[in-house]
Structures are given as C-alpha cells and as structure tokens.
C-alpha cells in the first residue's frame, strides 16, 4: 500500500506547486484590495518568458526570474488600469487573461517542440533519507523547496513587519491607511505587481521543472484554479498550501486511479477539481460570505478632488 | 459622470484586446505564406511573369503549429514533398482553430485561386463541405472525417497497422510484461489504436497487459506526462502514446524504461528510451493526389489506404532494439503489406471474454471505424 501511496504524495507535491505559487501572488494582490482576475494570462505569459530566457541563458535561475518579471509586468499593466485610470478590477482582470493567453500563443508559437535544460530532480541530502517524508517532500526539484519556504515568508511578511501590515491595511480600509499618514495607491502598486511576480514564477514551474516543454495553453486553468483556491484559503498563506496540496493531489490521483485499473469512467475523475471548486466556493459563502475577505477587496481608491 | 467614463474606457480596452486577439491569425497567415518552404519556389518563379494558371497551386491547413513535432508537422512534411513536384506551388496556414476561423481561412486559400486544398484536421469537416460548394473548380481533401461532395473528398490512413508492429517491439522489450498507454479521447480511432497496439504486444508476449489512462487532452505535455509517470508507477516498462506531446517520452526516459512515440520520429526528445513509433508518411499520397488534379482524374472519394501504399510506418528503431525484434517486425510488415496478415484477424475478444471477431473472419472497415471496446489484455475503461 505504502508504495503506491507515496508516489501519488509525491506527485501531489509536485502538481500543487505551480498552483501553490500562483494563489499566493492572487493573495498578495487580493489582500491590498485588489482583485485580479488575470492570474491564467500571467502564468502563462510567466512559463513562456522563464522557457525563453533558460533557452537563450542556458540558466533556468534567470528564467525563473524572467518569469516573475513577466508576470510583475502584466501585474503592472492591471495596476496601470486599475489604480491610475480608475478602470473596473474584473474586466481589467479577464481581459488580462485573454490578452496574456493570446500574447503567449502567438509569441510562442516558434518554440513549439523544442526543448531547455530546467530543473532537474535534486534530493536533498539527509533529509531525503527520512522515511517517507523524505520520499514525499526532499526528493523533488528545487523550485519546490523555494515553494516551501514561500508560504512561511508570506505569513511573516505580513504579520510582522510594518510593509505588511501597511499592504492589509490598504486591502481593508485605504481611506483609514491614508489618514493614518500610508500611501494606499502604492502600496496597491505593491500588492498588483508582487503578485503578479509570484504569479509568473507558478508559470516557470510548468516549463521549466513539470516538464521542459513549451506549448500554447498549457497553464490549462491551473490560473483560475488558483483564484478559487485564494477563497478557499479565507486569504491565508497556510491554508492555500494545503488547498493546493488537495487540488495537486485530486489531479496526481485521479491519474493514478486510472492506472490501477479502477473501471471508473475517466471523464468523471477529471470532474472531481472542478466540482470540488464550485463545492468550496459554495460553502464557504454560505458560512457568511467571503470570510476574511479583505473589506476594500475590489473597490477602486476615488482620488481626492 | 466619471464612473461611467471609465466604464466605456474599460470596455474600449477589453475590445481593443479582443479585436488583437481575433485578428492575429490575419497576421500569421502571411507569415506563413511567405514562410522558408516557399520561399524557394517565389525564388525560381515570379508569379506575374508567367501566365495565369501556369503553376498549380496547392494549399494546406494545420490545426498545430508545425513545430509541435507531431500531427501537423507530419502533414507538413507530405506538403514539402508536394512543392518539389514539377509545377506546383504550396503554401500552408498553421494553427488555425477548429470552428469559424477555419470557414474564413479555407474561404480565403480558395479565393486566391488554389487549385487543391487539404484541411487536416476532423473539426475543419463542415466548414470544409460549406466553402466547396462555393468554389466548385476547388479540389478540397478533408482528413480523417466521413463527409463529402462534388468537389470534397476525405481521407485518412491505417495507423491501426503501424501501431500493432509498434506493440511487437514493445512487447518483444518489456520485463514486466506490463504497458502503459497514454490515451486522448475515448474515440474509434483512439481506441483501434490502443487495440491494435495490444494484438502486437500478445503475439510475443500472450500473458502482457496494456493498461490505459485517458488524459482527455491533446497536446498538454505536463498532464500528458504526469498520466505516463502514472503508469510508471503501477509497474509499466513500456510506455505508448496518442497525443502529440513528448511529455510522456520525457517521463519514461527519466525512469530508465522504453516509450513508443507517436506521429513523427520522438527520438530527439527521449534518445535512451524512445524504441521506435508509428509514424504517418504523407507525402506519397499527397502527390498522387495533386497528380491526379492536374491530369484531370481525381474523383471524389473516401480513401483510407494502409501500409502497403506506405501512408503509415514506423520511425526508425532506437539502438536498444535487437535485431531477432527487428526481423519479426519487418516479417509482420511484409506480411501486412502483401494482405496476407490482417490485424483484426478473428478470433478476437473483447476485456469480458465475449467474441467480437469470430475465428475466421476478418473486422471490417465499418466494425473498426466504430470500435468502441477494448479487446482482452487491455485494463481501462472505454468512457
């Protein structure tokens, strides 16, 4: 039993991460108070940039960081609409999406077939010899062990420091933040582009280390997924790596289940994520309605006349 | 007041970015058009030096990028070997999406005077049957769909045969007579492949199992591999695939165990592990085709022609695989070839032990083109 459960862990890891990164820069962004429904352009633009620059590089760090510029850059763009022209946050947000995905398709479309170094699996010494966790969680690539510390630093962030607390407080009541002497509109800027950088580096997991492929559509909705994920999460950095965990491993599973034969009708399988994303957002909305939701989420800062 | 001007602002950049995104195929067709293939042949020949009709010319249209190393690429290769005949000129239009697009871009081709268009994708079936009837002197050849008109006829190729040499060597390599075959969709065609392959695996290994994982995909190299890595992992030594990505080449070669491609040569993408793959070979046919409009014999048809007139094969083999494999490959390809040896040769069951092809009889064109069952040895659901 043992040895067909930890590969399925493992490949849960594996799968949760590039959904882990993405709803952790979609939280970012959320808990300044904006909303961005960009995130599926932003990784994607992020996968093709990170697949780009290791192609020219030869070094997969520098694409990894070529994918969060990418990703800050289209941040930028929503920030642009949202916080300087006063533009309405969900139709910024989906034509994001639309423009990212069209862009990469058609600026991609020449590296189709080709292939880049990326990252390789790397176990880590010692704790790779831990029975079970080791097998689980130290015998992956290096970008999971960047997302491992990516959460603890997001929960420290924004508890304890002033840069933090000042981005909650911009998400929660700006014109509060504002007499309180803090710059809501920047530290908006902050959230919208931060985001949109760990949003790009979800993207470079999917090109660089789940495979070393680049192909036109292939975030496959890991973008919206992660946006689902960001409410399931009540807006907290621990909760969104076990929901992603739980969306990772639906998928790694439902493959799996395959596999070992389970006469099961696949297209039921292949369900089970989505239906388990309308599921989430019901009930969380039915326990009072966007719990933790930062309460300046979605509202534009009017300037002052 | 202002609220509403940063409404209409908005919805002029959502637009704006629409209308980007819907008028960039315009954008790439010329590019296409004017691609590196054609270049040689704007080279020897200025059209406006020549009289009108001199050269025929002959369009093609991709659902993928050529470069995707798979479906269209393979197409794209049997166009090359239609510009190097005498007279003829080719151009292509590549991911062209299945649906409106494609109405408007064969629209197009016919408009500018091509003579011969192949549309190479199923979806592409009813805008492909809509255009012809307004270009009637427009010899239009549709893959892999049932329909066709006047000037419309459709083809497809027997990649049932390549498939079941491919399971030979699979077969012939596996240890733990245990293969994973990485599926698409749950369609005939999808599923004779997976059948076909099955039949080849048993005739050197009775007692091997296939199982199947469906990744509802096309071209997604991330779940595409992520479906092979679990078959991986329930014990599979060989892995086959359907769709056009080499993402589960990429997870059987970091394993250590054998693949089997698909549509083109995979072996660049996995060179210690890839043995060999059923590949589509397009360009004989092409010819006889274009040949056929330019002395005036083609006729509509639904042709659906097999080994023997070397539409399907196999890539060359990896240099893992021996040469006794080798030989009994080539000695069933033989036999394939000459119609001595039919893959779906009674008796055949299906994975409840019920009789599908009676001893004797052979599964005909219209048992194989709705095969909806998987046959014994195989482990997976058909939905």
Known sequence: ?305 | MRKFIVGIMAAALLGLLLAGCSSEPQKEAPKAETSKATEQAAEQATPEAKPEGAETKVGFIYVSPIGDAGWSYAHDLGRKAVEAMDGVTTSYVEAVPEGPDAERVITNMARKGYKVIFTTSFGYMDPTIKVAKEFPDTVFMHCSGFKKSANVGNYFGRMYQARYLSGIVAGAMTKTKKLGYVAAFPIPEVIRGINAFTLGVQSVAPDAEVRVVWSKTWYDPATEKEAAKSLLDVGCDVIAQHQDSPGPQEAAQEKGVYSVGYDTDMSAFAPKSHLTAPIWNWGPFYTHVVKSVMDGSWKSESVWPGMEEGIVDLAPYGPMVPQDVRDKVEDARRKIVSGQFKVFAGPVKDQKGEVKVPEGAVAGDEQLLGMTWFVEGVIGSTE
């Open chain 1, 1 to 305: 039993m043992l040895e067909l459960a930890l590969p399925i862990l493992a490949a849960t890891v594996q799968s949760g991460t590039p959904i882990l990164y993405a709803t952790l820069g979609e939280m970012l962004t959320e808990r300044s108070g904006v909303l961005n429904l960009g995130v599926e352009g932003m990784m994607i633009i992020g996968a093709l940039a990170a697949f780009v620059v290791t192609g020219a590089t030869g070094s997969p760090w520098l694409g990894f960081l070529a994918a969060g510029a990418a990703g800050a850059l289209l941040g930028a763009l929503h920030a642009l609409a949202c916080l300087v022209f006063q533009g309405n946050q969900v139709v910024s947000g989906l034509a994001l999406t639309i423009f990212g995905v069209g862009l990469a398709d058609f600026l991609g479309t020449p590296f189709i077939g080709t292939t880049v170094p990326g990252f390789d699996k790397l176990s880590v010494p010692l704790l790779s010899a831990l029975p079970v966790f080791g097998d689980i969680f130290f015998r992956q690539d290096a970008l999971v062990y960047v997302s491992y510390v990516m959460p603890l630093v997001f929960w420290l962030t924004m508890r304890r420091t002033s840069l933090g607390l000042a981005v909650d407080a911009a998400g929660e009541h700006p014109a509060a933040a504002s007499a309180a002497g803090l710059d809501p509109v920047a530290l908006r800027w902050f959230g919208v582009v931060g985001g949109g950088f760990l949003v790009g580096l979800g993207g470079a997991y999917l090109s660089l280390a789940y495979t070393h492929l680049w192909t036109s559509g292939m975030t496959a909705g890991r973008g919206w997924i992660a946006v689902a994920l960001v409410i399931f999460a009540f807006w907290r950095p621990g909760r969104a790596v076990f929901g992603a965990y739980l969306f990772g491993g639906i998928m790694a599973f439902q493959l799996r289940l395959q596999a070992m034969g389970a006469d099961l009708p696949s297209s039921l399988l292949l369900m089970l994520p989505y239906g388990l994303t309308v599921f989430v957002l019901a009930a969380s909305s039915a326990r009072g309605g966007g719990v933790g939701a930062p309460r300046g989420l979605g509202v534009n800062i009017e300037p002052q006349e």
